[in-house]
């Protein structure tokens, strides 16, 4: 396997992992999530909706990741992990709460760049 179809795998193997955690974290309706949800104007019984929601796209996306990668799916992935590491700070946590996530939104993005060369496994 040449290294830029090792590093594409690697780099979807450490997306899905990242889904399937936050998938997993939102699914189950982790209670100190709740929070990032109340922040921005949602009501309790919404938010809980919500995770489930969310924790159930998030292992789609995982799945997708793993198994029939796509460049939108890879947007959507850079969208995503940045705008829930922003929801810390936004929420009260410290602003490295969202510097420490950083490699949670740069996978997504260097996937996007490999996307444009098509790397085929």
Known sequence: MKDSKLIYLV??????????GH????????????NYLTTIG???E???ILMKAI???????AVLALFKPFRYLF????????????????SGEHFMEFVERFSNIAVPLALIIMSK???QI
């Open 11 to 20: 780099l979807r193997i450490a997306l899905a992992g990242t889904f399937i």
């Open 42 to 44: 949602f009501s309790l």
């Open 46 to 48: 919404v938010s809980l």
């Open 23 to 34: 998938g997993y974290f939102a699914f189950t309706q982790k209670p100190s999530w709740i």
């Open 117 to 119: 060369k098509k790397p």
């Open 55 to 61: 924790g159930l796209i998030d292992l789609i996306v």
């Open 75 to 90: 947007y959507y992935a850079l969208l995503w992990t940045f705008l829930t590491a922003l929801i810390r700070p936004l």
